[in-house]
């Protein structure tokens, strides 16, 4: 892939983090959907773009904000579930929120958050990134509730959630994002998951070479 001029990145333009967080659940579904164009491409967008950061919404502490940047040379946009604010208004939390029966928390989310506090943050000091997954959508606004009139950041957890949290260290998240941003660079192929459990799920799994199932 190196050398012909067109990498993933640049066919596509302005990568969304969600599809770099789909790598680790299988980088070469992602890379199908970009062949069948299953995600809109950004035409005209410059090699080279400036990080913004745009916060709307705002609900005590919380708010939603869009972030875009570029994370070694990729361009990539973000949209948090929720951001947490400080009382000047900058950005002391990062969120993704889910429903889920299991209460489990991904590696594609923890991808997420870090390419999320990458372009929030940079490498500099940051803040707290935090998942919330909840067993149903009252669970779920009970917890965001309780955030949005605290501001208060800490792990918990009950019998219908459980609430995440990592402190922001740009290394670490640059460490998880280098391997798969190579895939966007055009450095190397895309690398196939196969598996029963994954392949029986995914969309091509009737037509992809590398199919399970």
């Known amino acids: 892939m190196a050398g012909t001029g067109g990498s993933p990145a640049e066919r596509l333009g302005l990568i969304p983090a969600s ?4 790598q680790a659940f299988c980088e070469y579904k992602v890379h199908l959907e970009t062949l069948r164009g299953g995600v809109a491409r950004s035409a005209g967008l410059a090699r080279r773009i400036t990080r913004r950061v745009v916060i709307r919404d ?3 502490v919380l708010a939603r904000a869009s ?3 570029e994370v070694l040379g990729v361009p990539v946009a973000a949209s948090p579930d929720f951001v947490v604010l400080g009382s000047d208004g900058s950005i002391h939390g990062v969120g993704r929120s889910a429903i889920r029966g299991s209460l489990r928390i991904f590696e594609s989310d923890i991808v ?6 990458l372009l929030v943050w940079g490498r500099g000091d940051g803040g707290r ?9 009252g669970c779920l606004k009970e917890v965001l509730d309780g955030l949005s009139s605290s501001g ?7 019998e219908c959630y459980r609430l995440y949290v990592e402190v922001y260290d740009a290394g670490r998240a640059l460490d998880t994002l280098a391997p798969l ?15 029963r459990s994954k392949c029986g799920v995914c969309p091509f799994g009737a037509e992809c070479e590398f199919s399970a199932v």
């Open 67 to 69: 972030v875009l940047g």
């Open 112 to 117: 997420y958050l870090r390419l999320a506090g």
């Open 152 to 158: 208060r950041i800490a792990p918990s957890g009950g």
């Open 58 to 60: 705002r609900r005590g």
């Open 129 to 137: 990134l935090v998942m919330v997954v909840a067993g149903s959508e």
């Open 19 to 22: 599809m770099v967080a789909g």
């Open 181 to 195: 941003l190579e895939y966007w660079r055009g450095l190397r192929p895309p690398r196939p998951s196969p598996s």
